[in-house]
Structure formats: structure tokens, C-alpha cells
């Protein structure tokens, strides 16, 4: 048997060969035939072996710039992390992160992620390319649809999607309770709509979707988002009060949106209602009635006795015919979200109007930052359905978190598409909240200390719905002023948590509630660490209390008001007294009990109180002007002829924003 080579000894100084000890570079130096299996390619002894020696075919490996090319593309999808990109280069994340720095972009570290567009620009600068393999936004919502969803054939009349109107407290919400026959303006704080409600109505012509929008000034926005999802718009005006501020807003959110406008005077039936006068106020804006030429449908209507009611829904309907609604309802939904909550039992959950489409449960959407597949649905009556078609409301479950209220609902082809995109939408919204430039200029340090005297008042806010959220954060942030500025922490949807009273100790803030609780220790935990829950139902309580909050944090101020002037005529030195002043009162009255001020030659000279005051000799509680009076001064006795002497008070002043 054949052995195999021993390692020579060496001595010292005597090279070592790497091949003897290394088994792997022995290998790499002399490969070895046998190990491939093909007995033929081992040279045999002899002519016979020699002859049937076969010569082995070469192969030829990648060149060194063929690899380095291959690894040259750095593939992303969207975005990538600064740390990740480095790695994947080679390199340390500081040289990355330098190169940035001297780049100009300030507001990276170590720990942000870079989309495409930074990623290509910083690795183009260490010779390697990036690119991005991302689906778009655009393909990947198509991916659901095929060529049949924009079919002319496959097009139906759809009902009408109909926002109610108008300003707080014009009878929106009880003109819709009597058309749904139900008792809505009940169950509503204050008989006010806190958000919107999204209802179907079965009428003689068909169903119609209605969309109730709160009124008050605080819940601009809700206003608009149901502008924006709207067909048609109801606009509620009080026949006995008229034009008010949210009527004209409503006015423009449905001039904005370009959608036609039918004008209901309510409360036709109440004392000092004037529908003519209305109509003369709707004329001055724009809004002209039928009957006087213009374009506009006027009803009047009393939602308390339901007259007019049926000739409102009729008009409706017939608006709706003339603008001819259609929709596809064999293709996968689209829609938008109206509301949005975090439900204790249930999770997030949204409330949509779907416009285009049919969603059906088990679909995969994406609204704004949120995905999920749709566990379950109920219609506007709290049943459960399977499936909802167009200008149909329905409630959904099964989301990821709570999207924000107006967001669009798309289905789309997968778990891994919504994912993807939703992470796509998360990068965009953080990275637009990083500054463009660090540089600050004399203007920006001017405002900065000017603003480091301004008072603060932090507030944590926690609601219900996510339109509840974003009308309260608004109006608060909104009562800002020169000397308090209202700072929002945080905001959000769902109970008051333990987290949320730690955040309030860490910031030393006030947590405001709306239509929520604290939930499980958050109170205990707040009452021992002194912090403030204040919990409401109805907007205007908690803007009220928040200016009082201000007040307060500004403090009371105090004013000086003169009460009387008294000019020094003579001067007298009695024993044990001191100095004793004859004056005459020139200005208002000189009272005992007030302070007072000794002022010569326009140079104020001493502040105190009075020692005494006298009329003649007695002593007087005050002197009136035109009368003499003499006086002495506590503490001070150099008082000169022709001196004079003030007489004021300091009274506090009520704060002001």
C-alpha cells in the first residue's frame, strides 16, 4: 500500500512550505484526477497506459473584472437602511454616513433609512450602483384589476352619496334622524354631531347614502373629507337664524369639490322663521333659487313636523338622475375611509364608503399607512355582510392599525403587496418630517429666543375616532397666542393608557380625553404622580377649559391706576411727628389707606404710605379735589415746598390672551 507523504523536519531557519502542512494549498497546487472518478484520466504504466491517457479539458474561470462588475449592483426595493447599504458595500456605516454629512444632508444618522433616489446618489460615489426593484404603487394597485373592470358593458347606476350640511346646530342631524326615522340626535353629546355618520336610506326611488358632518367650527376638516366623497350636498340652514360662518365654509368645501348643492331651510314651522330672507342671503352668495332664475333647489323643510320632507328626498333623487352615477360593480373596491377607532375588542376598526367596486370579506386593502384583509364587515344597521358594492357604508375589521380618517381604500393582489406599499407610504411621511436644511439664519435665532419666552402649555390627547382626534388637536393647537403656545405631544386614537400618563411625567403635560377612559391602572398611576385627566363629550367644554388652563399658566397681572395728585403749599416740623406736609389736592382724591409716590421737579424721589392724613385736625379717610389737607409721610421727612405727592393703588388685572 501506497503512503502518503510524510512532512520533512526542519530545523531552525530552514523554510517552511505551506504545502506540507496546509492540506487546502496542496490541493489548490496539485489537483488530484482520481477525485472526479475517471480511472481513464490517471496516466497507467506502460505504452498501453500512456497511450490511453486522456488530456483533460480546461475550463475558464471569471476574470477578476467580470466579478467585481457582478458585484458592482447593489439591489433595493424602495429603500434601505444607511447601516445595511454600507455592509452591503463594504464598508463602515461612518464612512457612509461622512460622505452624506459632506454631501449636505444634515439630517441623516447612522440609524436612518435612505430611499432610492439618496441610496443611488451616496453609492454612486463609492463606484457601485443601486437599483431599485421595488413594484410601484401604481403597478401594484393595478395588479388586482384586469382590462374587463373599465368596461363601458359592466358599468351600473349607482345610488347617490349625499353629505347634510351646515352650521352647528341648524337641525343637520334631526332632518336626517326623521328621513331614517330613527333617534340618532339623542345619542349625541350635547345633541351636537361629534363625527361623521355614514347612513343608507331605502327611499321611493331608490337607496341614498347619507353622509351627516358635525357643524361647529372645530371639525373643518370632517367638513371637507365628506366635500371630497360627496355626490350631491345637502345644505341646512335655519329658516329663523340664517347665513353663519360654517354655512359659507360648507359653501366652499362643495364649490371646491364641484358638486351640485340643494339648499334645505329647515325649521320652517318655528317662530320668527323667514324662508325669503334666506333665499336673499343664498342669492348674495352665489346660490340662486330655481324659481328665481337661478340654478339652485330650494325645499323648505321641518324636521320636527317632517313637512317638506318627501319634495327633499324627491329633488334629491332627481339630482341624482340628471348626473348619472355609475359604477363597475364586478371589480375589486375602491373607496375611502370616513371615520376610523381603536376598539377595545375588536381591534381598528374603519368606517367606509365604498365608490367604485365591490369588497368582499377575506380582500386584501390598503388604506393610507394600514393593511389587512377584511375579517369582517357590518352595514350601517350593525348587520354583518359579506360584501359590500358602490356608495354602500360599511364598518371593517381586520387592519393593521387605525388608518386616518380620508384615506383611500384600495384592493390589492396579496399580504406581501399591501405590506410592501404600506412601508413604502410609512417612509415617505418620515422622511417628509425631516428638515431639508440645518443652517439657521440671524431671522430664525431671532424667533427662537423670542419664542423662548413664551409660555407653554403641553396636552396629550386621546379620542374616540380619528376625526375626533384631528378636530380636537386643531382646535387646541388654534388657541395658540403671543404668550401661550398650546404644544400637542401627542394625539391619538383609543382609552388613555399607563403609557400615555408616563409620556405626560416625562413631558409635564395635561392629558384631554374625548369620548374615551382611562384604561385599566392609568388612572391610579396618574393620580400618583399628580398627573391632570380632564375627560369631555362635547368640544366647546374642552376648548373652554384649555383657555382657562392658559390663564392660569400666565398668572395675574397687576396695574397701577392714579387715584390723586396734591401739591406740597407749606411745610411744618413737629416734635415726636416729623415733617408735616399743607397741600392742596389738585387731581382726584388723596385716600389714607392708598400708597403714594413724592415727585420733585418731575424726578420721583420716594415711594411709601401715608403716616396721617388730616382735614384741619382731624384725621380724614380721604380729601377730595379743590380741599387742603395736611399729611405726613412714614419714614421720610424731606419734604419741600413745591413737591409733589401721588396718590395711587395697585390693582390686579384679569390675564389676557
Not at 517552511?16 to 496539485?30: F, G, I, L, S, T
Not at 365608490?355 to 390598503?366: E, H, P, Q
Request: proline residues 5%; glycine residues 8%; neutral net charge.
Amino acid at each position: 500500500m501506497r503512503q502518503p507523504p510524510q512532512p520533512r523536519p526542519t530545523t531552525p531557519g530552514s523554510p517552511v512550505r505551506r504545502r506540507e502542512y496546509d492540506p487546502r494549498a496542496n490541493a489548490a497546487a496539485k489537483p488530484d484526477p482520481r477525485a472526479a472518478g475517471n480511472r481513464r484520466a490517471w496516466p497507467g504504466r506502460g505504452k498501453r497506459g500512456a497511450a490511453a491517457a486522456m488530456p483533460m479539458k480546461k475550463t475558464t474561470a471569471p476574470s477578476t473584472k467580470e466579478m467585481s462588475e457582478h458585484k458592482k449592483i447593489i439591489k433595493i426595493e424602495a429603500q434601505v437602511s444607511l447601516q445595511a447599504l454600507a455592509g452591503r458595500m463594504s464598508l463602515k456605516a461612518t464612512e457612509v454616513l461622512m460622505k452624506l454629512l459632506s454631501m449636505g444632508m444634515p439630517g441623516v444618522n447612522i440609524n436612518s433609512t435612505l430611499d432610492a433616489d439618496t441610496a443611488k446618489l451616496v453609492a454612486s460615489e463609492f463606484g457601485w450602483e443601486v437599483e431599485d426593484v421595488a413594484v410601484s404603487e401604481e403597478d401594484a394597485l393595478n395588479m388586482a384589476r384586469d382590462d374587463t373592470d373599465e368596461d363601458q358593458a359592466n358599468l351600473e347606476l349607482r345610488p347617490p352619496i349625499v353629505t347634510v350640511m351646515g352650521h352647528v346646530d341648524h337641525g343637520k342631524t334631526s332632518l336626517l334622524d326623521q328621513i331614517r326615522r330613527t333617534n340618532v340626535v339623542s345619542s349625541e353629546a350635547g345633541g351636537i354631531t361629534q363625527h361623521i355618520g355614514a347612513y343608507r336610506v331605502n327611499t321611493s326611488r331608490g337607496y341614498i347614502t347619507f353622509l351627516d358632518t358635525p357643524g361647529h367650527a372645530a371639525f373643518t376638516q370632517m367638513r371637507l373629507r365628506g366635500a371630497q366623497v360627496t355626490d350631491i350636498v345637502i345644505l341646512v340652514v335655519a329658516a329663523d337664524d340664517g347665513v353663519m360662518p360654517q354655512t359659507r365654509e360648507a359653501i366652499s368645501h362643495a364649490r371646491a369639490a364641484q358638486v351640485p348643492i340643494i339648499v334645505a331651510v329647515n325649521k320652517i314651522d318655528k317662530e320668527g322663521a323667514n324662508p325669503e330672507r334666506i333665499r336673499r342671503e343664498m342669492s348674495d352668495l352665489g346660490l340662486v333659487p330655481e324659481e328665481w332664475g337661478g340654478e339652485t333647489i330650494f325645499c323648505d323643510v321641518s324636521a320636527k313636523s317632517r313637512e317638506g320632507l318627501d319634495a327633499l328626498l324627491e329633488m334629491t333623487a332627481l339630482q341624482a338622475e340628471l348626473l348619472e352615477l355609475r359604477a363597475n360593480p364586478k371589480k375589486p373596491a375602491i373607496g375611502n375611509v370616513i371615520e376610523a377607532l381603536l376598539d377595545r375588542g375588536k381591534g381598528p376598526v374603519a368606517r367606509v364608503v365604498i365608490t367604485d367596486g365591490t369588497l368582499s370579506t377575506g380582500d386584501v386593502i390598503l388604506a393610507g399607512t394600514s393593511w389587512g384583509k377584511v375579517r369582517a364587515m357590518t352595514d350601517d344597521r350593525g348587520r354583518m355582510v359579506r360584501s359590500a358594492g358602490p356608495s354602500m357604508p360599511v364598518e371593517i375589521l381586520g387592519l393593521s392599525e387605525v388608518p386616518s380618517a380620508g384615506d383611500p381604500i384600495h384592493v390589492v393582489k396579496g399580504v406581501k403587496i399591501a405590506q410592501d406599499l404600506a412601508q413604502q407610504r410609512r417612509t415617505k411621511v418620515s422622511s417628509s418630517l425631516i428638515p431639508a436644511s440645518a443652517k439657521v439664519s440671524l431671522e430664525d435665532l431671532t424667533k427662537r429666543i423670542a419664542e423662548a419666552d413664551l409660555l407653554e402649555l403641553r396636552i396629550i390627547i386621546k379620542a374616540d375616532v380619528q376625526g375626533s382626534v384631528e378636530a380636537v388637536a386643531d382646535a387646541l393647537a388654534n388657541l395658540t397666542t403671543d404668550k401661550v403656545r398650546v404644544a400637542i405631544i401627542h394625539a391619538g386614537v383609543g382609552g388613555i393608557t399607563e403609557g400615555d400618563v408616563n409620556l405626560a411625567v416625562a413631558s409635564r403635560a395635561i392629558i384631554v380625553g374625548f369620548n374615551v377612559r382611562p384604561a385599566g391602572k392609568a388612572g391610579q398611576l396618574a393620580e400618583s404622580e399628580g398627573i391632570e385627566i380632564r375627560l369631555y363629550s362635547v368640544i366647546y367644554n374642552a376648548i373652554d377649559d384649555v383657555k382657562s388652563a392658559m390663564l392660569g399658566l400666565i398668572g395675574p397681572s397687576y396695574e397701577e391706576r392714579l387715584l390723586g395728585k396734591a401739591e406740597v403749599r407749606q411745610t411744618f416740623h413737629i416734635a415726636k411727628i416729623g415733617t408735616v406736609a399743607g397741600c392742596f389736592v389738585q387731581e382726584g382724591t388723596m385716600r389714607r389707606n392708598a400708597k403714594l409716590r413724592l415727585v420733585r421737579d418731575s424726578v420721583q424721589i420716594f415711594e411709601g404710605r401715608f403716616a396721617s392724613l388730616k382735614r384741619f385736625k382731624d384725621d380724614a379717610r380721604e380729601v377730595d379735589k379743590g380741599f387742603e389737607c395736611g399729611l405726613s409721610i412714614d419714614g421720610y421727612n424731606d419734604i419741600k415746598v413745591g413737591d409733589v405727592v401721588e396718590c395711587f393703588e395697585v390693582a390686579e388685572v384679569q390675564a389676557s390672551l
